[in-house]
Every structure is written in structure tokens, then in C-alpha cells.
């Protein structure tokens, strides 16, 4: 069954705000989760990864932020622009040979100017 | 260019047939993996490989095939026992070893429509 879901299916910003995309996951032995962008009828590209020895990872205006205690990941975009409209996917993976990455549903972010 | 390539892009299917999807990898990853993406949802995992003549079921393997004789190639045979192969397919690989060794690359994705 699914382990990995996001807290909204959407999500409507304005051109320059902050935007957070929420992701809650239930296996408490992942330890490896990305962030996935993709846009329609595309593959997801890489946004930012972050392993559970870490609580906060920063990259070119995203932050992923991790809290183990609750099983909650959130992806912060700084500075939203028109072009981050997308689906944005959380994934988990236990660090094991042999487990691939588990993917929740999505949540659409749409930037309007 | 390195990257997945994936074709064809679009590819219809009549009921019954069985059709084949190409991945091909040029970034040296041993492991190689087939998700299905329907309409709004998420990926869910078809197949995957670890390395060269190896592979696993993943949660909705029922109707699907795959083989790995090369190690960067991983085609997908939907079968005419997929009862609803309609969906985009997303072909993806890792490179198990190194630093990012858990970060998974996808292909653009071939979209499968049954008329």
C-alpha cells in the first residue's frame, strides 16, 4: 500500500510568495526522501533530497525541512515564479539494497501574477 | 547528451495486443525501474532492476513484463492480460554506489492509449 501522501492535492500562490507543500509519510524506517517537480506531460525532474540524520536541507530557493517525530516533510519555495507551476511529489526510500522509492500523490502548485 | 530515453512518446494499442516500451540509460546506472502514472495520481512501481539479468516485481506487476539482458536497457511489455494499460509510463534509473546513490532519474515518459 501507499506510505507516502501530501496534506493538499492543490495549491494556489501569488507570483513572489512563499509557498509550502506539506508531505506526510507512515514507514517509520525510511531514512532517504526527495522532492519531485513535474510538469504536465513530462518526467519528474530532482528538486532537492534529504537524508533522516538531517532535519533541514537548503538549496537554490527551496528548503526541505524533516520532522521524524511526526513523519512530516514540507517543501518551502521561496519567491514562487510562474514557472515552479507544477506537480510537486514527495518520495521515501529505506536505505537498503534493494527498495525503490515510494511516491505519494502530489500537489499541484499553480502561480498566477 | 547523458539521460534516459524513452520511446515512443505516444503509442496506441489495440485491445489485445501486447506492446513494447524502449528505456535506454547512457549514465551507467545499475538499477533501472517502470512506474505507472495515471491521470492525477501519483507513480506506482511496475518493475524494477539492480543489476544485469535481474529484476523484481513492484506493487502492480499483474499484466506487465520486462527483461535486462543489457544493463542499459529495461523495456516494458504490456500485455494483453494489463485489463487497463491507458497511462503514462515512467521509465527511471539510480546509480547505486556514490553520493547520490539513492537519487532516481526519470525519462520523459511514454504515453499508452487502448483503442
Known amino acids: 500500500g501507499e506510505s507516502v501522501g501530501l496534506h493538499l492535492p492543490t495549491l494556489s500562490v501569488q507570483e513572489g510568495d512563499n509557498s509550502i507543500i506539506n508531505c506526510a509519510y507512515s514507514?517509520?524506517?525510511?531514512?532517504?526522501f526527495i522532492w519531485y517537480k513535474q510538469e504536465s506531460g513530462k518526467g519528474p525532474q530532482f528538486i532537492i533530497d534529504?537524508?533522516?540524520?538531517?532535519d533541514k536541507r537548503q538549496g537554490q530557493r527551496v528548503t526541505v525541512l524533516l520532522n521524524k517525530t511526526v513523519k512530516h516533510l514540507s517543501l518551502q519555495i521561496a519567491a514562487t515564479q510562474p514557472g515552479d507551476s507544477a506537480v510537486y511529489f514527495c518520495?521515501?526510500?529505506?536505505?537498503?539494497?534493494?527498495?525503490?522509492?515510494?511516491f505519494g500523490k502530489g500537489t499541484t502548485l499553480s502561480v498566477s501574477s | 547528451d547523458g539521460g534516459i530515453t524513452q520511446s515512443p512518446k505516444y503509442l496506441f494499442r489495440k485491445e489485445g495486443q501486447n506492446v513494447t516500451l524502449s528505456c535506454e540509460q547512457n549514465?551507467?546506472?545499475?538499477?533501472m525501474y517502470w512506474y505507472r502514472q495515471d491521470p492525477g495520481q501519483g507513480l506506482r512501481l511496475i518493475y524494477y532492476?539492480?543489476?544485469?539479468?535481474?529484476?523484481q516485481k513492484g506493487d502492480i506487476a499483474e499484466g506487465y513484463s520486462v527483461s535486462r539482458e543489457k544493463k542499459e536497457s529495461f523495456p516494458l511489455t504490456v500485455t494483453s492480460a494489463q485489463k487497463n494499460p491507458t497511462a503514462f509510463y515512467l521509465c527511471?534509473?539510480?546509480?547505486?554506489?556514490?553520493?547520490?546513490?539513492?537519487?532516481?532519474?526519470f525519462g520523459e515518459g511514454s504515453w499508452l492509449t487502448v483503442v
Open positions: 527511471a534509473s539510480r546509480n547505486v554506489r556514490g553520493r547520490s546513490g539513492n537519487t532516481i532519474y
Open positions: 514507514n517509520s524506517a525510511s531514512d532517504y
Open positions: 534529504i537524508r533522516s540524520n538531517m
Open positions: 518520495a521515501e526510500k529505506e536505505d537498503q539494497a534493494g527498495t525503490a522509492l515510494i
Open positions: 549514465l551507467n546506472h545499475d538499477a
Open positions: 532492476s539492480q543489476i544485469v539479468n535481474d529484476f
